[in-house]
Structure formats: C-alpha cells, structure tokens
Nanobody
C-alpha cells in the first residue's frame, strides 16, 4: 500500500524556520517526482515546490528564495526547509506524488506562523 507520511509542522514566529519531512512507502521512490502543496482555510490547495527524479526543482513565486525542497532517495524521504516564514504561510502542508496517473497525498501537517 502506497503511503506518504508528513512530519515537522508546528507553531513558529514570523521570520522563523521549520523543516517538514515526508516519508514515502513507494517502491523505486527515486523514479518519481515529489511535491509539497499547502491549503489554507477557505482556499484551494496550491503548489509549494516540486522535485523531479533527477533533482530539478520548481517553486511557487511566493516561496522562492525562502523554501528549499530536497530528497533522499536512499531513505525514501522528501524534505521542505522553510526559512523566513510569514503569517501567510500558515496552512496545512501536504506531501504528494503521482503513481499511474493517480495523485497520492499524505495526511497533512499544520504549519502556523504567528507571534
């Protein structure tokens, strides 16, 4: 059974940092593009960052220069390092991949940026 499990969310003050991690129970993990998305209350889910099997990255304009996505194929993990956090980054963050044209999502982890 394919499963994505996120961890690392929490409460942080503006300007602070958090590191999210996603562990994937996927065979041949290194072959798949992985991504982080987020959804704030009353808003649609939006792309945060993706990383391809070859390590190419893509970021939403709102997080460029502040967030960094990385992956460890040996450990089946994909991380999101978030620096310079802003109140508008408050959301539930979801790990994502696509297998056989089907989107797979984790359960999400809450990130709250507030003083």
């Amino acid at each position: 059974q394919v499963q994505l499990v996120e961890s690392g969310g929490g409460l942080v003050q503006p300007g602070g940092s958090l590191r999210l991690s996603c562990t994937a129970s996927i065979s041949n993990f290194g072959r798949y593009r992985m991504g982080w998305y987020r959804q704030a209350p009353g808003k649609e889910r939006e792309l945060v960052a993706t990383i391809t099997a070859t390590g190419n990255t893509n970021y939403a304009d709102s997080v460029k220069g502040r967030f960094t996505i990385s992956r460890d194929n040996a450990g089946n993990t994909v991380d999101l390092q978030m620096n310079g956090l802003k109140p508008e980054d408050t959301s539930v963050y979801y790990c994502n991949t696509r297998l056989f044209l089907v989107d797979i999502w984790g359960q999400g982890t809450q990130v709250t940026v507030s003083s």
